[in-house]
């Protein structure tokens, strides 16, 4: 199913960006290249690979997961432009119910 100029311009409102005419069609092209790719890769007999399967031994690439304190985390807090506490206050962008609040809309 390719991607039309609507499904672009929801695209990019949901990611807050601004697409103008002459972009709409390369988007297009590029999303719609993406997709058919896709479709290919849904063709290749998969039957008997393991999807979990390593080709290299990733032993030992991992490193333990210890808490550490970060002593940068003020200083980022002070250049936050909205802060309240120890987070970073960030615009709504869903209701209660999960409605999308555009730009300039709701609270």
């Known amino acids: 199913m390719p991607i039309g100029k609507d499904e672009i311009l929801r695209i990019a409102r949901l990611g807050r960006l601004f697409v103008s005419d002459e972009e709409i069609g390369p988007l297009q092209r590029h999303l719609n290249g993406i997709l058919e790719h896709f479709e290919r890769l849904k063709e290749l007999d998969l039957e008997g690979i ?14 333990d997961d210890a808490v550490a304190v ?14 309240e506490g120890d987070f970073f206050r960030v615009p709504r962008i869903l209701e209660e119910n999960g409605e999308e609040v555009l730009p300039g809309e709701g609270r």
């Open 50 to 63: 393991d999807p979990f399967a390593l080709e290299e031994d990733t032993s030992g690439i991992f490193r």
């Open 70 to 83: 970060w002593k940068g985390r003020e200083e980022v807090l002070q250049q936050a432009p909205n802060r």
